[in-house]
């Protein structure tokens, strides 16, 4: 269990600290309205929610270490999974990133969002089995 | 027909190129079908050895052994081991219960690698085995939470999941207090009241002897008394 | 209970040890798939490109042979020029049966005039082309207009937008090309006429202007005849047009090919280290376990299990951690290879094309084979050698 929670920690940090660096604001690009000011690109936008994103998955994973009841292991599951999801979800469906190969946002950091909310769902999926097999422990 | 034969069986180990030790020396014995012996001795005195060669565990150096009149080692480790397996039952010394398995598992154990459908109904025969020996509630449980007392016990029930003919107990109270050594031995006395089991048990104990039919004491690898 | 819920047993009993196991199993077969995808992934790529091209000769200026590929290949814009009256001299050397022209263009950097900074930009003669005028026939019916265009796999109008704007000139993207894992999939086409067009209206409305030099062409693509040998094709147009280099087809991409292969022995070092000592490790780990449990083997010998069955549980137990370990790795690799694709294809500078799901399907099979076959190898010789031990032996203490 603790391993699992080892690695939701570290994947949260990777979720959140990740897109700060390879978004197209961080390679110094935005868009430039005709007015001649620049606003960032969406995938900075993608970049921003994933911290929101990332916080709770990294408080997820601290509670995860020292849970023991099956009750709250399933629940930690669940959240993991609805997390992982919206991680997922965040650089694909809901705000996504630009659309080029060529860009960063596009070539790193879609990718590394995509296989770090699967490995999220991977976790949590594996600690709902665990906890389903789990004879409960009285103290 | 005696049910273990032993003729004139030595057996030396080589422990080096120059030095060899003879743990039994010419041991001729019958044990006949339905007794319960004892054998005593001191540490060191070949009773292990001498069960050990029994059971076709180990082969001897010189000599015959013959379980139902079958001489053990004309056979193939096949042949030998499903022998084994279904005419021959063991309670070990040390903690024998293989511990990733449950007690259930544990008992069933021996049905796995027999070939004569034994292996039908095994868990139900084991559960069954387990309310004999007073651990039915201990079903799901893993070793490492019984007592020794309570482990010894489910050896037992693993012993006679096969039916054996002949129960082989090689110091099976020799890790426990006096209390539950009584009901160990007591239990063997059950078993062999009801079913008439062949027993050969090894102890160091003198005072068991009790619960045999016969007693037979050993030193330096030879038989004191037949 | 049967063999593989008794080897399953002991491997949930030595949890570390499992791990242990399980772990290299996903490293070696993780690594071995990465290997092979990104290689067959290159050398898919190669050849489609070169199916793309269709020609069995590009005529390209001397000297300009690395750029064309390059730009060919990974998309990288190249400005190469030579007189457009070589075409009719290729066009006469025997064997030769049409010739085509090509001009190779780039949008600009950074520009507001363009949407897309450095795209690669073909134009053809709609004419004589042999490339892309078989798809547009089949796939649009029809010629391209002035001022459309096609693109390769990856070009696509701007979100919001019906045009892509180029050094001010709106292009409609008439339809896109199947994937080829190369820079072609990166290029937009057009005609001649287009690309005119393009520099013509530059001149006024782009940052910088279009250059066209005139009477000029990048390149000529060449189909011989049929039954013509085209490596003595290739040698005549060397001979009778000055200052060309003719690339026959199976010579092409010849830097990328030596990448490639200088890739795949690179990995292929990497990848057997990793193999011996995973190999070595896990034999090392059996090794361990059937010593600290010499004395439970005695006692299953005891109870009845044959010497078959002690090996067999053995090697089920590395069975089931390689099957379960490496398709834990092979899954990752699939999936890092897929999502990280372009990342790739750039760090590493060759062509990358996913397979197809059949072509997966064997590689996958073939993967978890590795895995099994290696683990169980690794835990063959302690299975045995404690398969064989004395029974009573194993049980003293």
Redesign the interface.
Known sequence: MKIAAALVIVLALVIGLVPQFTDCQSQGRAL?LQNGSTVPMKCHWTAVAEIALAVPLFALGAVMAFSRRKESKRIIAGLGALLGLFVILLPTALIGVC????MLC???M??TL??SG?LVIAISAGTLITSERQ?EQFA | MSMIALRDVTKTYQVSKEVAVTAVRGVSLNVERGEFVIITGRSGSGKTTLLNLAAGLVKPTSGEVRLADVNLWSLSDREQSLLRNQKIGFVFQFPSLLPSLTVLENVALPTMFATNHKNRDAYERAARLLEVVGLSDKLSAYPRQLSAGQQQRVVVARALISQPQVLLADEPTSNLDEQTEQEIMNLFRDIHGQTGITIILVTHTSQLVAYGTRAIAMANGAILDA | MNLGQFAWSNIKGSAFRSWVVFLCAMIVAGFSLSTVLIIRGAQDSLRLALDRLGADIIVVPEGAETKVESALLMGKPVKVWMPQENLGKIARVPGVAVASPQLYLSSLSNASCCAVSDMFMVAFDPKTDFTVEPWLKHKLGHELRLGEAVGGSYVFTPEGEENIKLYGYFITLKGNLAPTGTGLDQTMFMTFETAQDIARISKTRAEKPLEIPPNSMSAALVKVQPGADTRSVALDIMQQVPGVTPIESPDMFQTFRQQITGLLRGMLVILSITLLLSLVLIGLIFSMAANERRREIGVLRALGATRGFVFQSILAEAALLAVDGGAVGIGLACLATYLFRDLLMRSLGIPFLFPSLPSLVTLVGGGLVVALGGVTLAAFIPAYRVSRQDPALAMRE
């Open positions: 430039t659309a080029s190969s060529m596009n070539s790193v879609k990718p995509i296989l699967i004879v």
